[in-house]
């Protein structure tokens, strides 16, 4: 395998780029593709569809990671199914299969990833104040850090107070940027790209182990 050095990361559905910027510390060259305008992404970025701009551009990358909207996985849409939205996951792992490159594919606990070839991280294991756990399916087969036990108390409701008491937070809707630093490692963010967010710890621990998968059999190019 041929690799650019540094090495190339493609992040799809990149949002303002909690996942991108993990992969950037672990020593990537991050690109970002989102079908919206993000302003505050940290790096390079195409506004494109997804899977057409991976189809075109995924040769040009020596990894590649997705995180596939979720709310069609997630327990708030059985509560109204009357809503659609798109689902992403089987043709985005299509689409990363046929490429043939070190993948990770980013989602909640309920989205249709491979139980075989997917991890669970979780915010404890990298001592942030949200415990967010997140599923991370792979063609490199990841380890998790151990799992510690939850033993702080989360905030759902009255969130600022209970924060200001030191309780963990549960990251989801704006909840504004006062939580972004401790409970995500995020500071650039408002309140609404937060909630949609990866702790960059996350993919700073994945980054790692593609950068020696992609390492294994590499041909460095300058
Ligand atoms: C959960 S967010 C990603 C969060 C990001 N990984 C992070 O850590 O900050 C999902 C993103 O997918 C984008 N998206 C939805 N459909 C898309 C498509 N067809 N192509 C590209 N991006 C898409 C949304 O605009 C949204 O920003």
Not at 104 to 124: F, H, Q, Y
Not at 162 to 174: E, K, L, M
Request: proline share 7%; net charge neutral; glycine share 8%.
């Amino acid at each position: 395998m041929i690799t650019h050095n540094p090495p190339r990361l493609l992040d799809l559905c990149c949002c303002a780029g909690g996942a991108g910027t993990g992969y950037r510390r672990a020593g990537f060259e991050v690109v970002g593709v989102d079908i919206v305008a993000q302003p505050r992404y940290p790096f390079t970025f195409h506004r494109a569809d997804a899977i057409e701009f991976l189809t075109a551009h995924g040769h040009e990358f020596d990894a590649v990671h997705a995180s596939p909207p979720c709310q069609e996985y997630t327990p708030l849409h059985a509560l109204h199914p009357e809503k659609t939205y798109p689902d992403l996951v089987a043709a985005t792992r299509d689409a990363l299969e046929a490429l043939g490159k070190p993948y990770v594919i980013e989602n909640v606990m309920s989205a249709p990833l491979r139980k075989d070839r997917s991890i669970t991280l979780c915010g404890g294991m990298f001592g942030l104040r949200t415990y967010r756990h997140r599923r991370f399916e792979s063609n490199i087969g990841l380890r998790a850090p151990s799992h510690p036990a939850h033993v702080a108390r989360t905030a759902t409701s009255r969130r600022r107070e209970r924060w200001a008491q030191g309780w963990h937070i549960s990251v989801t809707g704006d909840v504004g940027r006062y939580v972004g630093p401790e409970a995500m490692g995020i500071d650039w963010m408002t309140g609404d790209e937060l909630c949609q967010a990866i702790p960059p710890a996350y993919t700073h621990h994945i980054g790692r182990q593609l950068l020696t998968a992609i390492n294994r059999d590499a041909v460095e190019v300058a």
